[in-house]
């Protein structure tokens, strides 16, 4: 959407007027800016380095899907966190729960992320309201948003999106879907063939070497012609 598009063109024109490591930028965001982090950060994974959701006002089918009209189903799946979970396998996600806020002590959108391989946490802070950057200056959490560059090669890419207006991530692209605005989902892992150097202790010989393998490349995907 609109705020989507925002985000994006602040972040390319902040890229051009200053000296900005492409490698190190990270998106955080409180309420609706936690849900709008979490979106725009798993539609676009490989444009950042980690998400911060802070008490997030974000929702998932069982809160409410069937209340919508047919019409507006294709519209809310884009931005429903389950569908997006696959999309952080290559960035951490923080959660940061306010305990007398929205979001409390759940870890349901933690397991998700945690539950296709990426890497995500849950910290709720006992008795905080919604926004409790009054008691507890958000700035806090840019030490643990900021450790890690933007991972640009891994080895494993989990992409989910129901339409190409969201196609790519990493090295992958879809260029056509089966059927548009239904779930679609690419996993593709390469294997370069190298081995990891075994370790040797100091003063032992050297190990042989690991026998050589082909590149490998494995691609599995749902509604998407591959």
Same mark, same amino acid.
């Given at each position: 959407?609109?705020?989507?598009?925002?985000?994006?063109?602040?972040?390319?024109?902040?890229?051009?007027?200053? =000296?900005?490591?492409?490698?190190?930028?990270?998106? &955080?965001? !409180? #309420? &609706?800016?936690?849900?709008?982090?979490?979106?725009?950060?798993?539609?676009?994974?490989?444009? $950042?380095?980690?998400?911060?959701?802070?008490?997030?006002? &974000?929702? #998932?089918?069982?809160?409410?899907?069937?209340?919508?009209?047919?019409?507006? *189903?294709?519209?809310?799946?884009?931005?429903?966190?389950?569908?997006? $979970?696959?999309?952080?396998?290559?960035?951490?996600?923080?959660?940061?729960?306010?305990?007398?806020?929205?979001?409390?002590? =759940?870890?349901?959108?933690?397991?998700?992320?945690?539950?296709?391989?990426? $890497?995500? @946490? &849950?910290?709720?802070?006992?008795? /905080?309201?919604?926004? $409790?950057?009054?008691?507890?200056?958000?700035? /806090?959490?840019?030490?643990?948003?900021?450790?890690?560059?933007?991972?640009?090669?891994?080895?494993?890419?989990?992409?989910? %999106?129901?339409? *190409?207006?969201?196609?790519?991530?990493?090295?992958?692209?879809?260029?056509? *879907? @089966? !059927?548009?605005?239904?779930?679609?989902?690419?996993?593709?892992?390469?294997?370069?063939?190298?081995?990891?150097?075994?370790?040797?202790?100091?003063?032992?010989?050297?190990?042989?070497?690991?026998?050589?393998?082909?590149? #490998?490349? %494995?691609?599995?995907?749902?509604?998407?012609?591959?």
């Amino acid at each position: 959407g609109i705020g989507e598009e925002d985000v994006l063109q602040v972040i390319d024109e902040v890229e051009r007027r200053f =000296s900005v490591d492409p490698d190190r930028v990270f998106i &955080m965001g !409180h #309420s &609706m800016g936690g849900a709008g982090a979490f979106t725009v950060g798993l539609h676009y994974p490989d444009r $950042f380095g980690s998400i911060t959701p802070i008490d997030p006002a &974000m929702w #998932s089918p069982e809160d409410g899907e069937s209340a919508l009209p047919e019409w507006a *189903l294709p519209q809310a799946a884009v931005v429903q966190p389950p569908k997006l $979970f696959a999309n952080a396998r290559n960035i951490p996600v923080f959660f940061k729960n306010a305990g007398a806020g929205i979001q409390r002590t =759940s870890t349901k959108f933690s397991d998700g992320v945690v539950g296709e391989g990426g $890497f995500a @946490t &849950m910290e709720s802070f006992p008795g /905080m309201p919604h926004h $409790f950057a009054p008691q507890m200056s958000y700035s /806090m959490f840019t030490g643990e948003a900021t450790l890690l560059p933007i991972n640009r090669h891994p080895a494993e890419v989990k992409f989910s %999106t129901t339409t *190409l207006r969201y196609d790519r991530a990493y090295w992958v692209t879809i260029d056509r *879907l @089966t !059927h548009h605005n239904r779930d679609s989902k690419v996993t593709a892992t390469y294997d370069d063939g190298k081995s990891p150097t075994p370790f040797r202790r100091p003063g032992a010989p050297p190990a042989p070497p690991p026998p050589a393998r082909p590149p #490998s490349l %494995t691609i599995t995907t749902a509604n998407i012609n591959a």
